[in-house]
T-cell receptor, first 114, second 117 residues
Framework: QQQVKQSPQSLIVQKGGISIINCAYE??????FPWYQQFPGKGPALLIA???DVSEKKEGRFTISFNKSAKQFSLHIMDSQPGDSATYFC?????????????WGLGTSLAVNP | NAGVMQNPRHLVRRRGQEARLRCSPM?????VYWYRQLPEEGLKFMVY????????ESGMPKERFSAEFPKEGPSILRIQQVVRGDSAAYFC???????????????FGSGTRLTVV
C-alpha cells in the first residue's frame, strides 16, 4: 500500500514534443507529491511538487496534473528539449509517527532526440 | 553556500573490506537521509538521522551496515565486509527540518559510487 507505481520505464520523445510520465498510488495518506530529475552521475534534484488539494501545477515547461479520485498524478514536459534527457522520479510523502518518509517510483529514463 | 557534499565520489573495495561513505549536509540542515540506488532501479531508503540520533533505520540491512551522524562532523555510512552485491550508488540527502517543514523536498548530494571487486 506504500508503493508508488511509475510508468513508462523509458521514453523517447522528439525535440519539441510532449513528454508524459505517469504515477499511481494507493495510500490516501500521502499528502505531498514531488518529482525529481536526475542527470547521469548526479543526485536527484527537486523539479516540481504538488499537494493533493490542487489539480494542476505549472512551472515553466513542467506541469503536474493530479487526479485525487483516481489516485494518479503525471508530469508533462512541454516543448521537450535534448537537455531534458534525464531520469525522472515521482515520489509521495507520508507522515509516519513523528517522521516523514518519501516513497519513490522506480524512475523513467527520458531521451529527447534532437 | 555549498550543497550536500559527499565523498568520496568513487570508492573501490575488495570483498571483505570496509567502506566508509561520508556526507556533509547543507549548512543549517540537521536531518540526513541515506539512499541506495542500484543500476536501473529507483532509490531505496536506508536510514534517517538527526544529530546524534537514528530516527528511522527501517531500510538498513540488518547486518554489516551502520550509520551515524555525530554532533560534530559529517554523517558516515559504514559497510563492513563488503560483498559484490553492495556495489551501488549511495546518495545522501539533507533537509532543514524533518516533519514540520512545509517543503518536504530533500537536497541530494552527487552520491558515492561503490564498486566491490
Amino acid at each position: 500500500q506504500q508503493q508508488v507505481k511509475q510508468s513508462p520505464q523509458s521514453l523517447i520523445v522528439q525535440k519539441g514534443g510532449i513528454s508524459i510520465i505517469n504515477c499511481a498510488y494507493e495510500n490516501t495518506a500521502f499528502d505531498y507529491f514531488p518529482w525529481y530529475q536526475q542527470f547521469p552521475g548526479k543526485g536527484p534534484a527537486l523539479l516540481i511538487a504538488i499537494r493533493p488539494d490542487v489539480s494542476e501545477k505549472k512551472e515553466g515547461r513542467f506541469t503536474i496534473s493530479f487526479n485525487k479520485s483516481a489516485k494518479q498524478f503525471s508530469l508533462h514536459i512541454m516543448d521537450s528539449q535534448p537537455g531534458d534527457s534525464a531520469t525522472y522520479f515521482c515520489a509521495a510523502s507520508i507522515r509516519t509517527g513523528n517522521n516523514r518518509k518519501l516513497i519513490w517510483g522506480l524512475g523513467t529514463s527520458l531521451a529527447v532526440n534532437p | 553556500n555549498a550543497g550536500v557534499m559527499q565523498n568520496p565520489r568513487h570508492l573501490v573495495r575488495r570483498r571483505g573490506q570496509e567502506a566508509r561513505l561520508r556526507c556533509s549536509p547543507m549548512k543549517g540542515h540537521s536531518h540526513v537521509y541515506w539512499y541506495r540506488q542500484l543500476p536501473e532501479e529507483g532509490l531505496k531508503f536506508m536510514v534517517y538521522l538527526q544529530k546524534e540520533n537514528i530516527i528511522d533505520e527501517s531500510g538498513m540491512p540488518k547486518e554489516r551496515f551502520s550509520a551515524e551522524f555525530p554532533k560534530e562532523g559529517p554523517s558516515i555510512l559504514r559497510i563492513q565486509q563488503v560483498v559484490r552485491g553492495d556495489s551501488a550508488a549511495y546518495f545522501c540527502a539533507s533537509s532543514p527540518r524533518g516533519t514540520e517543514s512545509s517543503n518536504y523536498g530533500y537536497t541530494f548530494g552527487s552520491g558515492t559510487r561503490l564498486t566491490v571487486v
